[in-house]
C-alpha cells in the first residue's frame, strides 16, 4: 500500500507528519508489515493495541517515519478537545487498592523527541488535563498520571 491511499489520513502533529490509516488499510498494512515499501516496526504490538483500543474514539494510532530509521513507527494519541496528546495506553492499576481500572491514557513524554517541543511546555500542555480517580477506591492516580480513563460502559 501507498502512503498517499485514500484510507490513510495525513495530518501534521506537532510539527510531525503523522498517518491515520482507517480499519481497513491497517488491516492491510499489518498483513503486508509494511507501508510504501518500509517495514512497519512491532506489528503485533500495533494489532494488540487496535483490538484494545481501537474502538475508543479519542484514542488514535498513527504511523511516523522517524528520520533515524528506514521503518514506520506507530505513535498512541489521546484526542482531546481538538488537541493531541502524545500518550501510553494502559489498563492502569491503582497504587492504593491494586485494582485494575479499564483502559486508561498516561503522559509519553518520550514520544515527544523530534517535535522540538521542550518539556516544560509539554507538561504545560498536559497539567490542563485532570487527573483521573479510581473508579473502586476514588484515590486520584497520581502515580500513573492518568489524564483519561475509559468509563466502564465506554465503547
Ligand atoms: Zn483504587
Redesign the pocket.
Known sequence: MNADDPRIRYEFVHGQAVYFPSTNAWAEILSERALAGLPVSLPDAIAGWLQQYGQFEVAALGLVRARWSAQWHSLSLLRLNGHYYRVHFENVV?H??N?RCGPSATPDTVAYAGTNIDSKDIWAEFDRLPLQS?P??H?VLRHRQTVWLASPDAA
Request: some cysteine; charged content about 10%; glycine content about 0%.
Open positions: 491503582c492504593n487498592c485494582q479510581c473502586h477506591c484515590e
